[in-house]
């Protein structure tokens, strides 16, 4: 069945006005199996011509069938897209362990979750995006709506592209918007399928387009266009800050969710086992290439040894192999640029005098791009290691003496996106939890989403928040309407009397 789907895959063309078509320029690019480093297919290279015309057709449908359309109908559209990911699970995982190398274990995880995502906003905008009234005496109503704001841009990573791309594709749709996916070029084979599974919706033309390219031309091309209200962003942080530069002009809004260096504290109460298990987890699972991995561990020096032992004991056992094997849990990272760059760190450690201990990838995984789960032992919180995003199977880990000390650590750091606290401590859980500068903490527990609640970061990590009903108010505009009851006074300047 899975070779079935891989040797299915054709060349993947650009989705606009409701049609799958070449790029403008008649250019297309190489995509890389991360596993062999060989060409999967060819995908269409979309540009400013491109662009254009997508977002002609995106203003055209917000302006139009898809803008005037009632609510009921129109999540109709938002529930259908679910059902059908959900009849497509089995073609869709496979497609995303391919392309980016992630093991199909967790990609299926991930694809269930992209459903929910559609099904859960369609019930948040026909429960949630309500208005407030504001009576004033006998004199005036005034209230709140919700309007939608036009023709939203969303640019998309690569490390877990399908699921993210329905976290910004659903809420935009469902309350009302018109969308341009423009999904990173190391990954397009799922944003390719889902443009299948939406066009097979039935949703007007227009509504939903996907521009396949490079940020420095399509990318930028979306973001200086004066027709598109909306930018959001997931990705690395000097990527976002320049995508805010570039909008600036038009006065775009900007959803941002950037870097993170996310610290995980275990104090020496914490309970060890479920301790390490979510610290291993959180790391090493998604490859390494999530921004919510605990990346810097805080280790009490009372367990240090102890919870470092089990550490290398988790690492030398952590399988190792081809992302469509269902008993592989890391794989290869997305493309060999990327790893290039995560190998460059183990060097980086070496220089600052680190202990790096690696498990072992197997030697029939050569051309792959394999990074061995990785331990950065003896470091201190000031080195570059501990300071830069790395994204990928590694992990930092400082011993600390106290509360105070370790919250100074974990804040002494430009980003702010996660945290983990271990205690059994709930008093400390919550004043350490509290104290940690990030947008998201989690006490006692690994990174379980729960779709209600707000996902951004803090300092360089991010601006906004999407998630629940947070996420109306990045992708509806809110007016107030004054409504006078009576005939209150109106200064009559000019009037004779």
């Known amino acids: ?87 497509h699970i089995h073609e869709i995982a496979p497609l995303e362990s391919y392309d980016t190398g992630l093991p199909i274990s967790q990609t299926k995880k991930m694809v269930a979750r992209a459903a929910q995502n559609f099904r859960f906003y369609a019930e948040m905008v026909s429960s949630r995006l309500v208005g407030d009234t504001y009576p004033v005496d006998d004199e005036f109503l005034n209230y709140t709506i919700h309007k939608p704001v036009g023709v939203a841009g969303l640019i998309t990573p690569w490390n877990a592209p399908f699921m993210l791309e329905t976290w910004k594709i659903a809420p935009a749709l469902a309350t009302g918007n018109t969308v341009i996916l423009k999904p990173a070029e190391w990954s397009p084979l799922t944003a390719n399928r889902l443009a299948e599974i939406i066009d097979q919706a039935g949703l007007p033309k227009g509504v ?26 997931t990705g690395e942080t000097t990527t976002g800050s320049e995508i805010m530069r570039n909008g600036a002009d038009t006065l775009k809004r900007f959803s941002m969710e950037l870097g993170g260096k996310s610290p995980i504290i275990v104090f020496d109460d914490a309970d060890f086992d479920r301790a390490l298990d979510a ?20 280790i009490h020096e009372e367990i240090y040894d102890a919870f470092v032992a089990a550490l290398k004991e988790r690492v030398d056992n952590i399988i190792v192999g081809d992302p469509l094997d269902e008993g592989t849990q890391v794989g290869p990272l997305a493309h060999k640029t990327h790893y290039n760059r ?36 003896g470091a201190d919180n000031k080195m570059r ?21 370790v919250v100074e650590k974990a804040n002494d750091i430009r980003y702010g996106l996660a945290g983990y606290v271990w205690t059994k401590d709930i008093q400390r859980g919550h004043r350490v939890a509290q104290a940690v500068d990030a947008g998201m903490l989690w006490v006692n527990s690994q990174n379980v989403r729960d779709l209600r609640t707000p996902f951004g970061g803090s300092k360089h990590s991010g601006i906004g928040r999407e998630g629940g009903y947070y996420a109306f108010e990045f992708y509806t505009e809110q007016q107030v309407i004054h409504v006078a009851l009576g005939e209150h006074h109106i200064p009559q300047f000019g009037k004779k009397k």
């Open 208 to 233: 939903f387009n996907v521009v396949h390219g490079f940020g420095e031309t399509a990318g930028a091309s979306l973001v200086a266009h004066p027709d598109v209200q909306l930018i959001s962003f």
């Open 342 to 377: 995560v190998k460059s760190y183990l060097d980086i450690a070496k220089e600052e005098g680190c202990e790096v201990y690696s498990g072992q990838v197997p030697e029939s995984f050569s051309t792959g791009n394999y990074v061995a789960p990785t331990l950065l032992l």
């Open 279 to 298: 610290c291993t987890w959180g790391i090493f699972s998604f490859n390494g290439e999530r921004c919510t991995a605990n990346s810097r561990l805080f």
């Open 1 to 87: 069945m899975v070779k079935d789907i891989l040797e299915s895959v054709r060349d993947v063309n650009l989705y606009i006005n409701g049609s799958f078509v070449a790029a403008s320029s008649g250019k297309s690019f190489e995509n890389i199996n991360p596993f062999t480093n060989e060409t999967i297919n060819h995908i269409a290279e979309g540009d400013s011509a491109d662009i254009d015309e997508a977002v002609l057709a995106a203003k055209t449908a917000f302006k139009g069938e898809w803008g005037q359309m009632k609510v009921k109908e129109r999540l109709s559209f938002i529930y259908k897209i679910a059902d059908l990911i959900d009849e």
């Open 385 to 405: 290691i501990a300071q830069e995003e790395i994204f990928g199977p590694v992990m930092t880990v400082i011993p600390f003496k106290d509360e105070e000390e």
